[in-house]
């Protein structure tokens, strides 16, 4: 059985999305079987960067919620997508092995989600019939940001959690907050993550002060890098610029994670 990483954080805009998906296409291109869940049903779109958008997404993570289908119908193969495929820029992928549960992008679904809710057991359901079915070595939950009853759930029956902050004190009082429920919930790994970080700062004190501040281990800080903006979730930053700083940066962040589970 393949294991569970979850991707957190208190607040939005930490850029949770985008290291989600660079970290399981990095896992991916070492020749692990992966797999993405957007349990952000409230404002989905890891999607967009891997080349889906909502005309092509015909069934989502809400239609298994809502008992219309199986979980594993709702899984898309990142590396047959011909709009992957064609795009120059996303042919890299093609030859990996992804497989994406998209939450739905239509304003109704959405809006139904936010008037009714959904069963939440059916998550735990849903990422351990993905892990058999699919055969995954990985699977990656994309959280919503806060803490409420899916995200709980997530958190607690991950083999890894990742909290990312940004250096920034509404983050780290929201990050203690997590850090502790993480801890109540018993998570087997919990590693901290600081992304746009400015240039300026001195990184390994960074690391050492946020370690220092929540008594759990920093997998990686990640610079504020302009490259990355100007990606504009368009593309997998690190599979298209392996060498780059912020690129690297992801590597190291994986290279914990596995170290960790070993």
Not at 168 to 176: C, L, N
Request: aromatic share 8%; glycine share 8%; proline share 4%.
């Amino acid at each position: 059985m393949g294991e569970i990483i979850s991707i957190h954080s208190f607040r939005g805009g930490t850029g949770k999305s985008n290291l989600t998906a660079n970290l399981a296409t990095t896992f991916s291109m070492r020749g692990h079987r992966v797999g993405i869940v957007d349990t952000d049903i409230q404002s989905p779109g890891i999607h967009v960067l891997f080349g889906f958008d909502e005309t092509t997404l015909e069934k989502s993570l809400n239609d298994y919620l809502w008992g219309k289908i199986p979980v594993e119908a709702a899984a898309y193969p990142v590396h047959e997508h011909e709009v992957a495929i064609s795009d120059p820029a996303r042919a890299f992928l093609k030859d990996l092995q992804i497989w994406l549960i998209p939450s739905s992008i239509r304003t109704g679904e959405i809006a139904r989600v936010l008037r009714e809710g959904y069963d939440v057991g059916l998550l735990n359901e849903g990422f351990r019939t993905l892990l058999d079915k699919l055969e995954l070595d990985y699977l990656f939950i994309d959280t919503h940001p806060g803490l409420n009853e899916e995200t709980l759930l997530s958190i607690a029956v991950s083999n890894s959690l990742v909290i990312i902050l940004r250096p920034d004190q509404q983050d780290f009082q929201g990050t203690a907050v997590t850090v502790d429920v993480a801890r109540k919930l018993e998570v087997p790994d919990l590693r901290l993550v600081v992304n746009k970080a400015l240039t300026r700062y001195d990184f390994a004190k960074i690391k050492q002060d946020i370690e220092a501040a929540y008594g759990a281990p920093v997998a990686g800080v990640l610079p504020l890098s302009e490259d990355v903006a100007s990606n504009a979730s368009g593309n997998i930053f690190c599979a298209l610029h392996p060498d780059h700083d912020w690129s690297k940066g992801v590597e190291q962040i994986a290279d914990s994670i596995m170290q960790a589970r070993k």
